[in-house]
């Protein structure tokens, strides 16, 4: 039994509803459809989790919440500290683009960019949690997170009628796990493609060696998606049969962010294209009459990136 079950993330969607929004889905051709969680409030999928580690967590400290990220998860934490009243200090890592840190400043969060990378932000964080006391919201290895995640999966088998498999971005695995989690209800549950950059192989890694290890971190996706390992409750979670780990590279996650824009006029930074990179660079090759769900999670980029020459 693992730490984060389904009960958990009916819980997290009750606890958070009114607070979220329930992001819609398009089905761009028969059976395979797009949930546009881009459209979340602050731009991604984080804002589920932030809300429901911080509610789950009763009083606060007059420190507030504290948190390292590579940009999205602040920028959900400080949109959630704000919602509910309480202050937010966030650390990035000089990687982090500057919409995102553009934006943290306009939610009134305490900014500290810090570290060449996620984990050496999200070291200073840990560092300064214990000197002020402010609760901790990790980006994707806390139960309540995962849970809070998962509530993406309760809302694509809801909205689509069922699907045969969903396609979900991985980076420390928080978001892939939750909704791994949050569609064990469907009967059957469907497959999970977890796709990851080539660059950035953390479940790939974790599965080969039979636990989170480190790995390198670059690319185009590295200010979301740059973990420097899977997280342990993803890993737990990840390693079942239902999920199959998939890589995509850089170009073809810049392709995938290019025919979002030009197909379908959704504009989404390179991680939240990352799992639709897999089906158009044919890393994943639906069968014929495959009901499939592709989740493009984040939209904080700047759109003349979209259509600027490589």
């Known amino acids: ?33 797009l949930k546009l969680e881009l459209l979340q409030h602050s731009g991604s999928f984080k804002v589920r989790g932030a809300f429901n580690r911080i509610l789950s967590a009763g009083q606060l400290p007059d420190s507030g919440v504290i948190a390292a990220s590579g940009g999205n998860h602040g920028l959900a934490v400080a949109y959630a500290a704000k919602t509910l009243g309480v202050r937010a200090e966030i650390f990035v890592p000089e990687v982090t683009s500057p919409v995102k840190v553009a934006g943290l400043a306009a939610l009134g969060a305490h900014i500290t960019q810090t570290g060449a990378i996620y984990s050496e932000a ?22 309540e997170v995962v849970a809070g995640q998962g509530t993406t999966g309760l809302e694509i088998m809801e909205q689509t009628g069922g699907v045969d498999t969903v396609v979900a971005a991985v980076g420390g695995g928080g978001f892939a796990a939750g909704i791994t989690v949050g569609t064990e209800g469907a009967a059957p549950p469907p497959r999970i493609v977890a796709v990851e950059p080539q660059r950035i192989p953390t479940l790939r890694e974790a599965l080969r060696a039979g636990e989170p290890v480190p790995v390198e971190v670059g690319g185009v996706a590295a200010d979301a998606l740059g973990a420097t390992r899977l997280g342990g409750l ?17 170009e073809a996650i810049v392709a ?9 006029r959704v504009v989404a930074e390179h991680a939240g294209a990352a799992a639709y990179a897999a089906l158009v660079s ?20 700047d759109p003349a990136t979209l259509t600027a020459t490589p």
């Open 1 to 33: 039994m693992t730490a984060v079950g389904y009960r958990d993330v009916l819980a997290a969607a009750e606890r958070i509803s009114g607070l979220v929004l329930r992001t819609p889905v398009l089905e761009i051709s028969p059976g395979l459809f």
């Open 122 to 143: 999200a070291e200073a964080a840990g560092k300064r949690a214990a000197e002020t006391g402010a609760l901790t919201v990790h980006a994707y290895d806390q139960a």
């Open 234 to 250: 993803a890993f737990e979670i990840l390693s079942g049969s239902r999920v199959e780990s998939v890589l995509v590279s850089d």
């Open 256 to 264: 995938a962010r290019r025919t979002l824009w030009e197909r379908h």
């Open 282 to 301: 044919g890393a994943y090759r639906p069968e014929p009459g495959e009901r499939v769900a592709v989740v493009v999670c984040g939209s904080n980029t």
